[in-house]
């Protein structure tokens, strides 16, 4: 769930190749243990879909309370995950604490901005614009996929969680310039 779409099956193979086994282990369960909040908007926006798709006429007002729950609910979680991820980590062994705690804390905040891609890909899922829901997924991966191979060699697997943020980060900051424009209007 964690790294959706294309940047999901690609960042491994990425991370493996110039990295090597062992860096790529402590990214796999780096990104899973941070990736875990992303459960939460993925949950609500299909809770959305399904009330919108009822009655689209109440979309806004669905839309609205689903940000609101969506962060209500995830801005604790990535708190409670940026304090205790080293601890965490240790249910995988020292190994994992001492090289992956950086990037579940990156991977944690990250969530933040993917949960308004996540929720503006379920309002459009409603509306069934597929060339927003193929499209913004693909921007994010190809941003994302470009700033690792920039980041990974520099910053190891924290990386790749750098990179992975920079991209959702990209699209939501789109994602909030357009929905101000219309609320202006």
């Known amino acids: 769930m964690f790294f959706w779409g294309a940047s999901g099956v690609v960042f491994p193979i990425i991370v493996v190749n110039l990295l090597g086994a062992e860096p790529n282990a402590h990214f796999n369960i780096g990104t899973s243990v941070g990736g875990v909040l992303s459960i939460i908007p993925a949950a609500i926006a299909t809770s959305l879909f399904a009330e919108g798709s009822y009655d689209e006429a109440q979309l806004r007002d669905h839309a609205r309370r689903s940000i609101i729950l969506t962060f209500i609910l995830l801005i604790p979680a990535v708190i409670l995950l940026l304090l205790l991820a080293d601890k965490v980590l240790l249910l995988f062994g ?33 509306h069934k614009d597929l060339k927003t829901m193929i499209g913004l997924p693909l921007v994010i991966a190809v941003i994302s996929i470009a700033m690792v191979y920039v980041l990974l060699p520099h910053m190891g697997t924290l990386g790749a969680g750098v990179a992975w943020m920079i991209g959702q980060s990209c699209a939501a900051l789109w994602i909030i310039v357009n929905w101000l424009r219309r609320w202006k209007k």
């Open 94 to 126: 020292k190994d994992y604490s001492q090289n992956a705690t950086s990037l579940v804390r990156i991977t944690a905040l990250g969530t933040l901005p993917a949960a308004i891609n996540i929720i503006y890909l379920g309002i459009k899922q409603v």
